[in-house]
């Protein structure tokens, strides 16, 4: 299925014990393969929960390189719209976010090694 947030992708939750952890492997590609998944990955990273506009907003920045501040509410919705029905479920699915829609949180729940070192190169790449 495509990564353009058409659909779901079924993802298994723990590596199956035979196969060497490609299927960790795999999660972590396929949250990192998305360049909305890996801001969210990086900011959460470092703060460990945020609020979705929080999220939003940082995100919106990132992508316009401009100041949080200057950042439109329009931009910001469609952001966190696209978060709340695209990025968060695809990283709950992962096992790497953990979104409480009531309290709007988005929580890094998952920090393998493997993970860590696959965004910290996103990051330096792309310095968000």
Do not use: C
């Amino acid at each position: 299925m495509s990564d353009d947030g058409s659909g779901r992708e079924p993802v298994e939750e723990t590596p199956v014990a035979n196969d060497g952890g490609a299927s960790l492997v795999s999660r972590v590609f396929q949250a990192l393969r998305n360049r909305r998944r890996r801001y969210v990955l990086s900011y959460l990273r470092d703060r460990e929960q945020a609020q979705l506009d929080d999220l939003a907003i940082q995100l919106a920045a990132w992508e316009q390189d401009i100041p949080p501040d200057e950042v439109s509410s329009e931009d910001i919705e469609t952001v966190a719209t696209d978060l709340v029905h695209t990025h968060l479920p695809k990283l709950e699915d992962y096992g790497l976010v953990d979104y409480d829609r009531r309290t709007e949180t988005a929580a890094y729940t998952y920090t393998p090694s493997l993970l860590n070192e696959a965004l910290e190169l996103a990051v330096t790449i792309e310095n968000p």
